[in-house]
C-alpha cells in the first residue's frame, strides 16, 4: 500500500468508528470566554470611530453647519 492510502484507510476508519457512535461524535473542546480580537485592536477600533466622530462633529460645527 502506498503512504496515502493508508492514510485515506486511517481517515475512513476514524469516520465510520464516528457514525457508528450515533450522536456522541467527538467534536473540538470549545474555548472559554476568548474574545476573537485582541483587547487592544479592540480599544484601537473605539478610538478611531469616536475620534473621527468627534472631528466630524467639531468640523460642522465650526464651518456652521454647512458641509
Known sequence: M???RRLAD???EKFE???KK??????APKK???????PVLLG???F?????SLFQIIRTAT???MA
Open 2 to 4: 502506498t503512504t496515502s
Open 10 to 12: 486511517r481517515k475512513v
Open 17 to 19: 468508528k464516528n457514525v
Open 22 to 27: 450515533r450522536g456522541l461524535v467527538e467534536s
Open 32 to 38: 472559554g470566554n476568548s474574545y476573537p480580537v485582541g
Open 44 to 46: 484601537f477600533f473605539v
Open 48 to 52: 478611531v470611530v469616536i475620534g473621527s
Open 63 to 65: 464651518s456652521g453647519g
